[in-house]
Structures are given as structure tokens and as C-alpha cells.
């Protein structure tokens, strides 16, 4: 197989001065559908989903078109605002032609085998992090989701789905879930429970999503896309039960898209995925990402102190005089050994 040819530092920035150009109204040549004779006026619109080449721009008054993308546009996911032309004739169901990217508020990414770092959604202002009772309730990938909040400062808040199914596990496990999410509330984090079969806590999920751009995350099976039904009835996204034989959630959406709530406020509805992988940051940017570490960041013995039996570990030390949970210090040290032990750690980190 032949080698991908990089692009030189000249054409990078070629390429960017053309992108600029794009946004400071300043026309080219379209070289891939339309002449500039064929289109409009530029407008603003913002991606309300994409597929492949295409993305759907929502227009000022609602809108939907479908438009192909400039070479230049390097990156373009839902949410992303943009500068984008309609064509005065529709050329195979495309009606227009997405000029450029305007600079992103927020962008959520996660790291991808063969893409790198892969952004999943733009200018967003609050995750919510769904878990549930079923297919298991897993703090480690509720702190996962979270370090990946504290990176981008988008407002994490964490969601317990599916408390109708509370009664069907022992009273152990409700104990454990409901001792878990206390120690979320009493760091700092907003926690919400909501059922869309009984349907309680769902007006207190609408007031939380009103005003803001909002994302769920969580692993597949936690009901992310049956909570979008029960707050957009009218939406209809298909959704899956979890998997007798596995306990493991099916995927069910597979294209992000962006929705608007009659209340106010989006909400982008994203791919489910099993595990949110962190082998991008470094060890450093992890402990960040655990809020109440901070104030014990910096005081271990060693400069080179990894936290996980060094001695004179300032960590170590708060958990056990419980200044800090010492399960929060376990999933902490829990994800820098998987960063260790990932071999995919050095292509993001070099």
C-alpha cells in the first residue's frame, strides 16, 4: 500500500488562509459542484448532522439543507457553526456547499485507533454522563467521562437512568449505587435520576437541558437514546433492549445528530460507545481531571511520585486521613495504570 503524501507547511497554510478567506466573506472558485454564478449569498447555519462528505446545515429559520463540504475543511462535526452557500438548483438531492468552520466554542473529542484524536461533537456546554442500573452501573467509566469533561470545561453532570429497575437488584447494590453518587454530589458534581418508563425526574432532566447545548454520553445500553424519546416524544430514535446473553448495551444511533428542544435548549444525540478511552492525556492531565486532588497536587515527596505506592505520596496520604475518597484515589490510579499498560499511550503523548 502506498503511503499517504503529507501535506507541506506551505500548503498547510495555504489552506488555512483559503479557510480564513471563506469566513471574511472573500469568494473562490467552488471546484467541486457549483460555480460561484450558481450559488447565493453566504449564510450562517449550524451542522445539524453528517454523513461522510455530506453534512445537513440548519439555517436561520429552521431549515434543513444538505450540502457538500470544501475541500479545505479539515474537520466538521454536529454542532459546528458555519458559513455555507445554496445552490440556485439541487444537484442530486445537495442544495448547497459549506464555505468554512467558524473557531469552536468547546469541542468533546475522544481517541480513535486509526484517527487519532477524533472529535465528536462542537460547541457544547454541558455533558451529561448517563449511567444505569442495568446493563451495570460503572463508576470507573462515569470518572473517565469526567476527566474528559474537566479537560474541555464543559459542565459535566451525571445522570442515573433506569431507577425503575432499582427494585430489581438487592438492596447491596442499591446501597453501593446510592453510596457512589453521594460521593459525586458531595465533590461538587450535579446528579440526576430519571425513569422514561415511569417518567419521574423527567421535567427536572427539561430544566436542566433548557438554555444549553447538551450531549449524552455513557456506554451503549444505558438508555440514552429512550431518554431522548421520552424528552422529544416526537423525535421517534430507534432504540434497542440490552443484550439477554451478553448484559451488554446494543448501539443504537448511529449518526450524531442535533435536536432542539420546545423549551429551549439542544441536545446532539451521539454514537453510543463501551468504553471512553483516555490514552491521549497525559498522567498529569488524569489528575486534573479529578477536581478535589487539587489541593494536594504538588506536595508529594518525590517530583516524579506516579501515586500509586510511592512513598510520600500526597494522594495516598489525603485518602487515608480521608480528605479525599479513597475510591476516587483507587479509580484514579486505575486509569493511570491503563495508560501505562496501553500501548496506543505513545502515539498520542510523543
Not at 442515573?160 to 449505587?177: G, P, V
Not at 488524569?286 to 505506592?309: A, M, N, P, W, Y
Request: aromatic residues 6%; positive net charge.
Amino acid at each position: 500500500m502506498s503511503k499517504v503524501k503529507k501535506l507541506t507547511k506551505g500548503q498547510q497554510r495555504r489552506i488555512k488562509a483559503n479557510h480564513d478567506k471563506k469566513l471574511s466573506g472573500k469568494n473562490t472558485k467552488n471546484k467541486v459542484q457549483w460555480q460561484d454564478d450558481d450559488l447565493g449569498a453566504p449564510e450562517q447555519g449550524v451542522i445539524i448532522s453528517r454523513f461522510g462528505q455530506h453534512a445537513d446545515v440548519e439555517d436561520g429559520s429552521g431549515k434543513v439543507f444538505r450540502c457538500n463540504l470544501r475541500r479545505s475543511i479539515s474537520s466538521l462535526v454536529c454542532g459546528d457553526k458555519v458559513l455555507w452557500r445554496q445552490g440556485k438548483e439541487s444537484q442530486h438531492s445537495i442544495t448547497g456547499i459549506i464555505e468554512a468552520v467558524h473557531e469552536r466554542d468547546s469541542v468533546l473529542s475522544r481517541p480513535d485507533v486509526y484517527d487519532g484524536v477524533k472529535p465528536i461533537a462542537a460547541n457544547i456546554s454541558q455533558i451529561l454522563i448517563v449511567s444505569s442500573v442495568l446493563p451495570v452501573f460503572n463508576s470507573d467509566i462515569i470518572d473517565r467521562y469526567l476527566v474528559a469533561a474537566e479537560q474541555t470545561g464543559i459542565t459535566p453532570v451525571i445522570v442515573l437512568n433506569k431507577t425503575d429497575l432499582l427494585t430489581t437488584i438487592s438492596s447491596n447494590e442499591q446501597a453501593s449505587i446510592a453510596k457512589q453518587l453521594k460521593i459525586y454530589h458531595d465533590i461538587g458534581y450535579h446528579v440526576l435520576y430519571a425513569s422514561s418508563t415511569t417518567r419521574d425526574g423527567i421535567d427536572e432532566l427539561k430544566v436542566q437541558l433548557a438554555q444549553h447545548t447538551s450531549i449524552f454520553v455513557g456506554q451503549s445500553g444505558v438508555g440514552k437514546s429512550t431518554l431522548v424519546n421520552a424528552l422529544m416524544p416526537g423525535v421517534g430514535i430507534l432504540t434497542k433492549e440490552v443484550s439477554e446473553n451478553s448484559g451488554l448495551g446494543q448501539h443504537t444511533t448511529t449518526v450524531a445528530r442535533l435536536y432542539h428542544f420546545d423549551e429551549g435548549g439542544d441536545l446532539i444525540d451521539s454514537p453510543g460507545i463501551r468504553e471512553f478511552g483516555l490514552w491521549h492525556l497525559t498522567p498529569e492531565q488524569v489528575c486534573h481531571g479529578f477536581t478535589e486532588f487539587s489541593d494536594f497536587l504538588g506536595l508529594c515527596k518525590f517530583r516524579d511520585c506516579k501515586h500509586q505506592i510511592d512513598p510520600g505520596c500526597a494522594l495516598i496520604a489525603a485518602a487515608k486521613d480521608k480528605k479525599i475518597n479513597p475510591a476516587r484515589l483507587a479509580s484514579f490510579q486505575r486509569i493511570l495504570a491503563s495508560l501505562n499498560d496501553n500501548t496506543l499511550t505513545s502515539r498520542f503523548n510523543n
